[in-house]
């Protein structure tokens, strides 16, 4: 979905170094969201923003961390990676005012691996 | 209690046949039941979704079937295509609540054309 993007796609990284993922949106959408994506465990949350003030952690967030730029954008970051932390990582998007319509919009991914 | 169990893992089907993949949960909180479709190198984007309140919703070939007192769901793919070859992920979700997806864990479905 072009209109929630991801950069980069692929990274490669060593041990103990700091990477930033980030995500922009040109939806308009107030909510924001980091998964992470493992071979047989699904999509599990990392941390969801639903404003520029407001960030939680999500089911798996220790050794992550988010910062929400703007409305519009949404970085994570892995202060030290570590093996265990390569996965494919996704952000996604919702709006508050779709209420009952709780649908999330997914950005095409980034394939990170940690050496 | 905020576990979706969802199974197969993976499913292998003749092109015509019917896709089955179930998914169970256990907090009764849940109110909003979202079935999404991933294909290889892609995100997830929504297929179709159902709340408690029917037990049956269905958009061309596919429709979810809801059972609330045994606390499962299931989508079920009619006349199956190659082309619907892709990962299938349940979730759900409190619409009153944080809007929170919990996902499945997902099933590789294979159409054999």
């Known amino acids: 979905d072009a209109d929630v993007t991801q950069t980069p796609r692929n990274r490669i990284t060593k041990t103990g170094k700091r990477i930033m993922l980030e995500c922009s949106q040109t939806?308009?959408?107030?909510?924001m969201y980091w998964y992470r994506q493992d071979p047989g465990l699904g999509l599990r949350l990392i941390y969801y923003s639903f404003d520029v003030k407001d960030i939680n952690k999500g089911e798996i967030s220790d050794g992550y961390s988010v910062s929400r730029q703007a409305q519009a954008k949404f970085s994570l970051s892995l202060e030290s990676a570590i093996p265990n932390q390569t996965a494919l990582y996704f952000c996604?998007?919702?709006?508050?005012?779709?209420?009952?319509?709780?649908?999330?919009?997914f950005g095409p991914g980034t394939r990170l691996t940690v050496l | 209690q905020q576990q979706v169990k969802q199974s197969p893992q993976s499913l292998i089907v003749q092109k015509g046949g019917i896709s089955i993949i179930n998914c169970a949960y256990e907090n009764t909180a849940f109110d909003y039941f979202p079935w999404y479709q991933q294909f290889p190198g892609k995100g997830p984007a929504l297929l179709i979704a159902?709340?408690?309140?029917?037990s049956e919703k269905k958009e061309g070939r596919f429709t979810i079937s809801f059972n609330k007192s045994a606390k499962q769901f299931s989508l079920h793919i009619m006349d199956s295509q190659p082309g619907d070859s892709a990962t299938y992920f349940c979730?759900?979700?409190?619409?009153?609540?944080?809007?929170?997806?919990?996902f499945g864990t997902g099933t590789r479905l294979k159409v054999l054309a």
């Open positions: 979730a759900a979700s409190m619409l009153a609540g944080t809007y929170k997806y919990i």
């Open positions: 159902i709340r408690p309140d029917v």
């Open positions: 996604a998007t919702s709006d508050l005012r779709a209420g009952r319509n709780n649908e999330q919009f």
């Open positions: 939806k308009g959408h107030d909510r």
